[in-house]
């Protein structure tokens, strides 16, 4: 590929991701949430004529002002066809185009954008939608995930998640669901799930396993963009909410410092310090203030007072038993493997090798890659045939390849 068509696919893809999800939620909001596809398919062609554009060398100056332009054009465009359909061959869809003689223009302003993709947030994670369909949904919509890439996250195939989202976007019509806030019981109600979609992007990015590369900050930024968004609103600026921003913010602070130029992963022990963002850790340390009002004392608040542990460098055993507390509170609230091998690594900086691999050998976990590369740590120096044997089965069980250049790493110092 020439470098002027790599950059300008680069450019494109890139605004996919930046741009895609809000231009559905605008659009979405003009039409009504039971013809969301409508706005896909709008913002689609949108981003097609840009490839076929721009790839003639004629990348305009301000290209997401293209894109709003193009698309305000499409999708007006689409409401007089769709009028005209409406009124001569199916007068019963009449009712979808009422307010059609008001409609001049598409808002594409930075508020109406945080205004529809708030309310989409929302009106996604409707009860009537089952929770797996809910994430799958707004993984598309809200997220900009491919097919690809969320089949993967879901462990699936493209077909299966097709004709989920198909029957989830159709469960959206038959149910007449309105892109709007819900009551003020119902708004808590979906916050849960609101902030879980968002968790789940962020972790997406922070730690990917749907592409050959393991940290993608688009998506991260995508994360900490919608969150914020959330404290901007007063009935979704919770506490809970504020300590998932902060968690965000915490991991965030140590980007540049967990891959090297070429790409290659940098474990937390070998970070630079120098390299983490100090005005990222002061976000968290202000979101992590905010969040300790109330009684309430979520995952996200305990995971982000462990991030925040994880952003002092120094290796004292007081910082690791603090975080061992912390981990054993999260796991009578919110257990899951991770959490417990998590714990399995506090414990092990904490208390020693001998009492983490107690702890260790009891999780089993057969097919979890961080599990044979704990073990291969917790047995280095004590049995290194052990050690040597747990590294190789997390090398065979790595995804991308710079886990496995990491893991091979750790093999070849042993003795």
Request: a negative charge.
């Amino acid at each position: 590929m020439l470098p002027e068509m790599k950059e300008e696919s680069e450019l494109i893809s890139g605004l996919f991701r930046q741009e895609f999800s809000k231009m559905v939620a605008v659009i979405s909001k003009l039409f009504g949430l039971q013809y969301i596809e409508n706005a896909e398919d709008i913002v689609s062609e949108t981003f097609l004529l840009a490839a076929e554009t721009w790839g003639q060398n004629v990348i305009p100056p301000n290209p997401t002002a293209w894109l709003y332009t193009v698309a305000k054009q499409k999708t007006l465009y689409h409401f007089r066809r769709q009028k005209l359909f409406t009124q001569k061959i199916i007068p019963e869809l009449q009712s979808m185009h009422e307010n059609i003689n008001e409609i001049n223009d598409v808002n594409f302003s930075s508020q109406n954008i945080k205004d529809s993709q708030l309310q989409m947030m929302f009106a996604i994670c409707t009860p009537a939608i089952a929770s797996e369909a809910q994430i799958g949904l707004a993984l598309r919509i809200l997220c900009g995930f491919g097919i690809d890439e969320i089949a993967e996250a879901f462990l699936s195939n493209k077909e299966t998640i097709n004709k989920r989202l198909f029957r989830t976007k159709e469960k959206l019509r038959s149910e007449k669901i309105k892109l709007e806030l819900p009551g003020e019981n119902e708004i808590n109600n979906r916050l849960d799930n609101v902030l879980h979609i968002i968790y789940l992007l962020f972790n997406e990015g922070y730690y990917s396993k749907t592409q050959n590369q393991i940290l993608r900050k688009d998506f991260c930024l995508e994360a900490l963009r919608l969150g914020i968004m959330l404290t901007e609103y007063e009935r979704t600026n919770k506490p809970k909410t504020n300590a998932l921003i902060a968690l965000i913010c915490f991991h965030s602070s140590r980007f540049e410092a967990r891959e090297t130029s070429e790409n290659s992963f940098v474990l937390y022990e070998q970070q630079d310090e120098e390299l983490w963002d100090i005005d990222l850790i002061r976000q968290g340390i202000h979101f992590l203030n905010l969040s300790a009002e109330g009684n309430e004392v979520s995952s996200y608040h305990l995971e982000a007072r462990i991030a925040f542990w994880h952003c002092m460098k120094e290796d004292s055993k007081e910082k690791w038993e603090e975080i061992l507390q912390l981990y054993n509170q999260l796991m009578m609230i919110n257990y899951s493997p991770s959490v417990a091998l998590n714990r399995t690594f506090a414990l092990y900086k904490a208390n020693g090798q001998k009492a983490a691999l107690i702890e260790a050998e009891k999780l089993k976990m057969e097919n979890n890659h961080f599990y044979f590369l704990l073990l291969g740590e917790l047995y280095s120096g004590i049995d290194n045939i052990k050690a040597k044997m747990n590294f190789k089965m997390s090398f065979s069980l790595a995804k991308t390849h710079t886990e496995k250049q990491g893991i091979q790493e750790k093999i070849d110092e042993l003795p």
